[in-house]
């Protein structure tokens, strides 16, 4: 029997890549990688899960196009024409595109994660639209509707991905979403059928799991929370946890990424750079075990479908690391079911209740013990047969 081939077109250098990967290749598919990372991955493919790929195709988005780097208006308004049929897609993606599928003549397509991931099954569907498209969101959408009435109305009808969405999300085959909540949001929405929509989480590889067969060299006491944020590879003000927490005192010690910003009178801690082979190979998340909570969170005051349907990489670093989830309240949904279905962690609106629970050492050691022991249900290979099933579905026309 001829060997069932996918590409997966994502971005190289994303941590939540990897997870995809592995569950890709588990399924027993031959798995070819079409990079269209903004910038160049420093760590050697030759690591898992990344030897795991047949082939890597490298895209060079940012050379080709500017418009992946720092749009201008007008080429904002050219991808929106684009959108509409009403302009000539970019012929150097397109030829590079339809280059790599006449070579590899791929069965299936996925397409990873947000904003490009919707573009490039745009691109895909233009190039063949009978070819099997799988787009995993990831998060959705990934702008944020903020300002008033007016500005948010303009955002849903003139932001490049809100456009693509509403024109292109009813021509792919299946959506797979990180929660129900994304999915619940894509039915009403952008109507898209509920049968066609797959629930599967992003989570890490095995590989990036902590090794209960190692003790961590650090144990931290309660009190003690990790900040598995990681700026350093994407920069931006979201991770400024003084403003989600008042870190001016010495109740709770957090640990957070070397180089996120801080006030200038905030006393949490630094903890080391973990390099992203170290990442891959599971010693970031050997450190981080010996906390009591891994604090999840962003620098946001006010719901949004971004954070309120997202299940994101951070969470899932945690996770991986076997530690018990500290949430901050009333802005992340998905997350806040996930947890507290499963009593894996703990949902807080001010840090004095935030002390107090990290406090009740008793429940933190039970959901510590609760997550260990789901660790493999927490691994990405555990979605092989999800994918598979997926795939041979989409091919064979059987339903999902």
């Known amino acids: ?47 898992y899960p990344y030897s795991l790929l047949y082939k890597i195709h490298r895209l060079d988005i940012t050379k080709i196009d500017k418009f992946y780097t720092q749009p201008s208006i007008s080429l904002i308004i050219k991808d929106i024409l684009r959108s509409f049929n009403a302009l000539k897609e970019n012929t150097l993606i397109t030829d590079r595109l339809k280059e790599i599928l006449s070579q590899d003549n791929p069965d299936i397509i996925v397409t990873f ?17 009978k070819q099997k498209v799988v787009f ?19 955002k849903r009808n003139l932001v490049n991905e809100f456009i693509d969405f509403i024109r292109w999300i009813k021509k792919l085959d299946t959506i797979v979403c990180a929660s129900d909540e994304m999915a619940e949001f894509i039915v009403r929405k952008f109507k898209y059928p509920r049968n066609r929509l797959l629930i599967a989480p992003d989570y890490h590889p095995a590989s990036f799991q902590v090794n209960l067969k190692i003790t961590p060299k650090i144990s931290f006491k309660p009190p003690s929370l990790i900040f598995l944020g990681a700026p350093e590879r994407w920069g931006g003000r979201m991770d ?12 709770v010690a957090v640990y957070a990424s070397v180089s996120i910003e801080r006030d200038k ?7 080391p750079y973990f390099t992203d082979e170290e990442v891959f190979s599971g010693k970031l998340s050997d450190y981080a075990h010996g906390f009591a909570a891994a604090l999840v969170t ?16 951070r969470f899932f670093s945690a996770l991986a690391a076997g530690l018990p989830i500290a949430l901050k309240g009333g ?23 935030l002390f107090e629970k990290l406090n009740d050492s008793d429940k933190l050691k039970q959901q510590k013990e609760t997550i260990v022991k789901m660790l493999s249900d927490f691994s990405a290979e555990k979605q092989a047969k999800i994918f598979k099933d997926l795939f041979d579905g989409l091919l064979f026309n059987k339903r999902i």
């Open 1 to 47: 029997m001829q060997l069932k081939k996918c590409i997966l077109i994502a971005p190289l250098v994303s941590h939540a890549t990897a997870g995809r990967i592995a569950a890709l290749a588990a399924t027993g598919y031959q798995v070819t990688l079409i990079d269209i990372s903004g910038r160049d991955n420093t760590f050697s493919t030759s690591l």
């Open 113 to 129: 994660y947000g904003p490009l991931g919707i573009h490039f099954s745009r691109l895909i569907k233009k190039i063949n639209a």
């Open 136 to 154: 995993i969101a990831n998060l959705l959408p990934s702008t944020v509707l903020s300002g008033n009435a007016i500005i948010r109305c303009l």
């Open 240 to 251: 400024n946890i003084d403003k989600q927490l008042n870190l001016y005192s010495s109740l």
């Open 265 to 271: 009178d905030s006393i949490w801690h630094a903890y």
């Open 298 to 313: 962003y620098n946001i005051t006010r719901r949004s479908e971004r954070f309120r349907t997202t299940l994101p990489t």
């Open 331 to 353: 802005l992340f949904d998905a997350v806040e079911s996930f947890i507290t279905k499963r009593d894996i962690g703990f949902v807080f609106y001010s840090e004095q209740e």
